[in-house]
């Protein structure tokens, strides 16, 4: 049973656009929410994390918004750039965050230049 | 400092057969998670150690098995391989074993199946 839901799939954007990418979760026992950014023969590299206890985190272009009565998260990329052509995934888990993660099935996003 | 390695990089291994995967923390590192990803797909996770015991088991058959040795390393081992375990399997590491830190995830071994 899939726990994380993320979309869209894929996602084309212009350079200089806002990419946004979105994930509903069922589990309200979820406490921690990161987002991870892999490049083809990488592993998951994390990009910037939330607890539920606020409703927004930035960090640089990146910027996590939170909604938990809506049990929803997204991400936010501002002026994506061809850089960040890659694929992103969130992911949840409870008890903090050295437990295990519940990753949603992510999106693979293309800047064009 | 080093990241998480791990080792091999790439594997082909025949049905039926067995394999051993390798994984290094960052150094000072205690716990050590073990993540499955088919292509196309986000990780599936497989097993969190903890200074050596077993914290968590995903929902995979009993022919996956894992340790975490004293110095805090780890192996992954598959047996009766079949087609659909090639993927890649990813080991990340984190300080501790609770809820302050988040994971670090090595670039992962590519197992196929053949």
């Known amino acids: 049973q899939q726990q994380v839901k993320q979309s869209p799939q894929s996602l084309i954007v212009q350079k200089g656009g806002i990419s946004i990418i979105n994930c509903a979760y069922e589990?309200?026992?979820?406490?921690?929410f990161p987002w991870y950014q892999q490049f083809p023969g990488k592993g998951p590299a994390l990009l910037i994390a939330?607890?539920?206890?606020?409703s927004e985190k930035k960090e640089g272009r990146f910027t996590i918004s939170f909604n938990k009565s809506a049990k929803q998260f997204s991400l936010h990329i501002m002026d994506s750039q061809p850089g960040d052509s890659a694929t992103y995934f969130c992911?949840?888990?409870?008890?903090?965050?050295?437990?295990?993660?519940?990753f949603g099935g992510g999106t693979r996003l293309m800047v064009k230049p | 400092d080093a990241g998480v390695t791990q080792s091999p990089t790439h594997l082909i291994k025949t049905r039926g057969q067995q394999v051993t995967l390798r994984c290094s923390p960052i150094?000072?590192?205690?716990?050590v998670s073990w993540y499955q990803q088919v292509l196309g797909q986000g990780p599936q996770f497989i097993f969190q150690?903890?200074?050596?015991?077993?914290?968590g088991r995903g929902n995979f058959p009993d022919r996956f098995s894992a340790r975490q040795f004293p110095n805090y390393s780890s192996e992954l081992n598959v047996n009766a391989l079949l087609l659909g375990d090639s993927a890649l399997y990813l080991c990340?590491?984190?300080?501790?074993?609770?809820?302050?830190?988040?994971?670090?995830f090595g670039s992962g071994t590519r197992l196929t199946v053949v």
């Open positions: 990340a590491s984190s300080l501790d074993g609770g809820g302050t830190y988040g994971y670090t």
């Open positions: 589990n309200t026992a979820f406490d921690y």
């Open positions: 939330i607890r539920p206890d606020v």
């Open positions: 992911a949840a888990s409870m008890g903090g965050a050295g437990n295990m993660l519940t």
């Open positions: 150094s000072g590192h205690k716990s």
């Open positions: 150690y903890y200074e050596k015991e077993e914290r």
